[in-house]
């Protein structure tokens, strides 16, 4: 990968802000502050996963939740057998990343709506398989028996989404990168072109997926005890591709403001409705889907530059928020 | 376990009435597909709109449950008009990607007004028709036999429709080719506005029958949906006679494996068919990609 157009400026930034998110529980942050920072890490984590595929290549992932709970069951499975954490987590990245090759072996060679379908069944068919068998605790849910302290899975997802939103800068400043966005913009195009679509949005779903995998063990490892239906609840896939989107879909620094937005979204209203989450997370989309279809970062960052009303055409825009 | 020809009669019928239901979804999805080529993931909160306002007629205001058929009609197909030209209709301009996301959005938004004014409780209502008859040993529901006949009533109403009228053949002439029927003089915006202002009603009518026969909650278009998107998945994406045929045999598949084995498996079996229809054949069981 051409590393020689990577912004360094930018590089720097997200080494600093993560070194400094590290740093909290040194520096005395309260336990509060800590979990929203948590939370802010896994939000993006998680975004820049689904970013990374769907996001570049515009084939639309539902299964990000699911990948990210089979990272959590085997990586807590495996630590309950006894094995050390660094195997746990590396076996649980593995189950996700085996369980991308799957989906994408059925409908990634297809064109158009059938990747998407292949992801929306999975997550369906993973809570309702996980919710049988009994080795993962069937309906009941599974704990986790060692106690980790818990600055450890927070250290962890702070690095995996600062080095996640590294990897995300990498590649769009890459040959690589390119190729992945010709494929959304015209695949037909972009084959006849010689770019082997097909193996690149297989490596790269698998990517993502390893990604998601990760943020779901250490999710896993954070909360201590996994609940089919919260783990596999369509809501971390939702989160997943809703941080992106809001924030600015194929961008480095789009999902870091959306998943700012969802914390502060999310901690609002735990304080003044409660029931209301899907329909502002509903609400919001739709908005930027209608009215700002690159998402707020490249809006405001078009729009700043621009000096003018109206956001400029999407693929200029994007362009801008590199 | 003996099987005797009751028995299979009786699983028969119980999958004629979830391939009935199935049928309306699916024939929506079809339209839907065919006409304006979007994957409508909302369509699944038309099917909950119908059943709670069926459920408001019947156990609250204690009428017919029959009143709430042509009233989440109307209103499925009201509101389906309005979402179709604020939003839907916006989309589908941009890349596919953004109507893709647009009826996603929308269902999430949709699943959240549901939970946030019905809340998670089960409804249902004893309203309506009670009781069942005898039939050479098959014990049939006079609900689950009113939801047949409506399903196959209103089916058959819908192909005539697609067949013979004037808004059936502009249906047709979007699907097969959008600028051809452009230059012929048919309203192209009109046209798509009406394909999914009645699938959404149909899918709405779907609603009302299911909160008939079951208990309505926040979710439950989304469950039928899933099954939905297989049953056009193995018919063959944009296909009618697909999506029915379709409807038929994942509502019979349905029956047997709730009976041999439990409702999960069921459905674990039915999803594994979508993935077994991508790998053999992508364009479905019955023939071409987007014929109607």
Redesign the interface.
Known sequence: MAVARLNSYALAATIIVGALAAALPLIGASRYQLVLVYYFAYYLALGQAWNLMSGMT?Y?S?AHGALAGIGAYATVMAMNAGLPLWLSIVIGAAAAGLSSLVIGA??LR?R???F???T??FQ??TL??V??LPETGGAAGLPLQEILPIWLPQLFMIVLAALSTILMMAVRASRTGTRLLAI?GDEAAALSLGIASARLKLLFFCISAVLAGLAGAFHGLFTASLYPDVVFSFDTS?TA?AVP?IGG?ATAFGPAAGALLFVGVGELLQIIAP?????????L??AV??FM?SGLVPSTVGRLRDGRKGERSPAASREFAR | MSVSPTLVLQLIVNGLVVGGLLGLVALGLALIFGVIRV?NFAHGEFITLGAYLTWMIAGGLGLSPFIGIPAAFLSGALIGWIVQVL?IG??ME?????S???T??????????F??FFGGDFRSYSAGPNGDFNLAGVTIGLRSLSVLVVCIALGALVIMLLRSARLGLAFRALAQNRDAAASCGINIRATERLAFSLAVGLAAVAGALISLIGTTTPSVGDDWL?EG??VV?IGG?GSIPGALAGALLIGLLQSILGYALDD??A??IT??L??LT??TR?QGLLGRAAEM
């Open positions: 515009g639309v539902f059925t409908s297809l158009g709506i059938a998407t379908f292949a929306l069944f369906a068919l309702l398989i919710r049988k959304k939702i591709l989107l879909v029931g209301l989450h899907h329909v502002v997370i509903g609400a989309l739709v889907v209608l279809p | 994957v939003f916006r989309a941009r890349p596919p990607l953004d893709l996301m647009m996603y959005s929308l269902s999430i938004l949709g699943l959240g007004l939970s946030f899933l998107f297989v998945v994406m999960s498996w459905k674990i999803y594994l979508l993935y991508l790998l992508p």
